[in-house]
C-alpha cells in the first residue's frame, strides 16, 4: 500500500458522489440571464421574455418563486449584495440608455421609486457588489462605473482596454478589471490607482484568462491553455497584485473550456466548464472537489454554488436546476483530503 501513495498525491480533486441535478418549476419561458443567491433559502433570478424583464425571488431553495416583471427594459445582468439589496442592469428601450434598478426591498419597489438612467451609455453589461453594496457597473462605450448608492451618484472611469468584460471593486477605491485590446483578444487584469491603471497580468498568446475574482487581498483567475481537444485548465492565485502567482488547481487534456471563478471568501470558492463540470474548494484551493454529475444544460448562463454539494444554475427558456438540498449542508463531511499536486500554468 504504501507503494501507491506518491500516486494517490497527484490527484488534485476528490469526485462528489451525491444528489442529482433537478429542475425546479418558476412557471416562466423567460431567457434567464443571472442566478444569484443569498444564502441557502433565499435568492433571485432573472432574464428577459416577450419585450420585458423578469426577476424571481424565493424563499424556500427554489421550491417556489415569486415573479415580477419590469416593462420597456432589457436586463443583461444582476447583482446580490444580500437577501434585500439587489442591483439589475440594462437598457431602457425607450430612452436607449444604460439603466440600473436598485432595491433594498428584493425588488418589491426601486429606490427613488425609478430606474436610474445614465445617458452617456447604451446599455450596462455586467455587474458586481461586495457586501458592503460598493458595486461596479460596465456600460456600452467602454465606461466603468463606479457607486455606494446603486448608482444614484457615480464616478465614471475610462478603461485603458477598449473592450472590457469583467470589473470588480477593492479596497481603497480601487476598481479591477478584465478586458482586451481586441473583442476576440487575449484578455489582461488591470488595476486603477489614483485614476491611473496598471497592468497586473502579462500572460502569454498560449493563455486564456476566461474569469477572475477579487476577495480580500487575493485576486484569482481562470486560465485555458492548449487548443481542442487538448485544453489545460488551471486557477491561480496572487497575494501581490501579481508579482508571484500561485497554482491552485491543474487539469490537463480538457475539449471544453473554464468558465468563470468565484470565490465567496478567501477560502470557498469554484469554477465550471461550458460543458457543466464544477470545481470547488472549502480550503483556499489546497484541495478541489468535483461534483459526480456535469450540469445537463446545453447553455448554462449561470452558476451559483453554495457548497461543493448544493447549488443553482440557470438557462433559457425559464430553466432552473438545483443540486443537493437545504437539509443537507450541514451533513456533508469530507472523509478524505488529497493534496494538490502543484503544476505551472506556463
Not at 39 to 47: H, S, T
Not at 130 to 159: C, H, M, P, W, Y
Not at 203 to 221: A, V
Amino acid at each position: 500500500m504504501k507503494s501507491l501513495l506518491p500516486l494517490l498525491l497527484l490527484f488534485s480533486f476528490i469526485r462528489l458522489q451525491a444528489e442529482e441535478w433537478t429542475f425546479l418549476n418558476p412557471q416562466t419561458n423567460a431567457d434567464l440571464v443571472s442566478i444569484k443567491m443569498a444564502d441557502a433559502l433565499n435568492g433571485f433570478a432573472a432574464g428577459n421574455e416577450s419585450g420585458h424583464a423578469v426577476l424571481l425571488r424565493t424563499s424556500d431553495a427554489g421550491e417556489n418563486w415569486e415573479l415580477t416583471t419590469i416593462e420597456n427594459f432589457t436586463l443583461k445582468c444582476m447583482a446580490v449584495i444580500d437577501n434585500n439589496r439587489i442591483l439589475l442592469g440594462g437598457e431602457d428601450m425607450i430612452c436607449g440608455c444604460a439603466t440600473v434598478f436598485y432595491s433594498e426591498d428584493q425588488g418589491y419597489s426601486w429606490v427613488n421609486n425609478s430606474p436610474v438612467q445614465i445617458q452617456a451609455f447604451g446599455s450596462v453589461n455586467f455587474l458586481s457588489s461586495d457586501d458592503s453594496g460598493k458595486a461596479v457597473a460596465i456600460a456600452d462605450n467602454n465606461g466603468i462605473l463606479v457607486s455606494e448608492n446603486g448608482f444614484i451618484s457615480r464616478t465614471v472611469l475610462q478603461s485603458p482596454v477598449p473592450f472590457v468584460s469583467e470589473a470588480r471593486a477593492s479596497e481603497n477605491e480601487s476598481v479591477i478589471i478584465r478586458g482586451s485590446f481586441l473583442q476576440s483578444g487575449f484578455s489582461e487584469i488591470w488595476k486603477s490607482t489614483s485614476d491611473q491603471w496598471e497592468q497586473i497580468t502579462n500572460l502569454t498568446s498560449d493563455n486564456s484568462i476566461s474569469g477572475f475574482d477579487y476577495c480580500n487581498g487575493n485576486l484569482f483567475t481562470a486560465i485555458n491553455s492548449g487548443s481542442f481537444p487538448h485544453f489545460n485548465h488551471c486557477v491561480l492565485r496572487s497575494s501581490d497584485w501579481g508579482t508571484h502567482w500561485d497554482t491552485l488547481y491543474f487539469s490537463a487534456d480538457h475539449e471544453d473550456l473554464l468558465q468563470k471563478i468565484i470565490f465567496k471568501n478567501v477560502n470557498k470558492g469554484y469554477t465550471y466548464t461550458e460543458t457543466g463540470a464544477v470545481i470547488s474548494t472549502q480550503d483556499a484551493g489546497e484541495t478541489w472537489q468535483m461534483l459526480q454529475t456535469e450540469i445537463p444544460l446545453k447553455e448554462i448562463t449561470s452558476v451559483d454554488m453554495i457548497t461543493p454539494v448544493y447549488g443553482f444554475a440557470s438557462s433559457n427558456a425559464g430553466v432552473i436546476m438545483r443540486f443537493g438540498s437545504p437539509a443537507g449542508l450541514n451533513s456533508f463531511n469530507l472523509k478524505s483530503k488529497l493534496i494538490v499536486f502543484p503544476r505551472s500554468c506556463f
